[in-house]
């Protein structure tokens, strides 16, 4: 008669157990591991507020730079989610790894709560952004809004309306992105508006009222490089700058105060 051999018996447990053991081991390790990410963001500070907010007030162009960054940062991330899961998913099907699985889902949640972070703080930076354009010094602003429709800047140099364009206008063709006119100058003629649909209009009326004779000159041909950054406002700028060219106005000649 043949006995079991309980040696044989105790070493395949062994090993069974010896496997399971390090198994645990190795969840227990995935888990401290995200566990150790998850302190890692809640500590997290991608840019230093106080520090852009400085930028965003004494180098506004740079800031919404800053801003584009992010915004190529947060596509970069979500292709990231997106290989991650793709990873998750072949893992399940190929080695039906669920433990490595949920890691991996896991970590693209911890990518997501990144991604749902810089665009919070992206969007902070485009409302800094405004209310910084909106700071402009009252004096300048009364001095813009004594004039409201075509006045001339001779007669009013003593109000100093002619200083303060020259000073804070900015020419039609440079950028204007986040940008709202509160008022428009073009040669001697300072006019009121409200955004930039009203600008065009009254861009077109003052161009048909005093300019309507300078369509039988000569075009002008501007060397001028155009700002071609892709916003809204720049597409309004454009259609500013086909009347100008058309009235042969020389660009140099308009400026544009915003708020």
């Known amino acids: 008669m043949i006995k079991p051999s309980f040696g044989r018996k105790n ?62 940062l947060i596509n970069t991330l979500e292709n990231t989610i997106d290989y991650i899961e793709d990873e998750s998913s072949k893992i399940v099907k190929e080695d039906r790894n669920f433990t490595l699985s949920e890691s991996y889902r896991k970590i693209s949640m911890e990518v997501y709560d990144m991604v749902k972070d810089i665009n919070n703080y992206s969007n902070w930076i ?65 006019v009121e508006v409200e955004n930039w649909d009203d600008l065009l209009v009254k861009t077109a009326e003052i161009l048909n009222k005093k300019y309507k004779e300078n369509k039988k000159l000569k075009p002008i041909h501007n060397d001028i490089k155009i700002e071609n950054k892709k916003s809204n406002e720049n597409i309004l ?21 915003v708020h």
């Open 126 to 190: 485009s409302e800094e952004n405004l209310a910084n354009q909106n700071e402009v010094s009252e004096e300048k602003e009364k001095v813009i809004m004594k004039e409201v429709s075509c006045s001339k800047i001779d007669d009013l140099e003593e109000n100093g309306v002619k200083d303060v364009v020259d000073n804070i206008g900015v020419e039609i063709y440079k950028d204007f992105s986040l940008k709202n006119p509160k008022a428009f100058k073009v040669n001697d003629n300072i």
């Open 11 to 72: 070493n395949a447990e062994l090993e069974t157990n010896k496997m399971f053991a390090e198994e645990i081991k190795k969840e227990m390790k995935e888990k401290c591991e995200l566990k150790e990410i998850k302190y890692k963001n809640n500590d997290l500070s991608i840019l230093n507020k106080n520090t852009v907010k400085y930028i965003i007030n004494n180098f506004p162009d740079m800031s919404i730079k800053i801003k584009e960054s992010l915004l190529n």
């Open 237 to 257: 700028r454009n259609t500013v700058i086909e009347m100008l060219n058309e009235y042969r106005i020389n660009l140099e000649e308009f400026k544009v105060i």
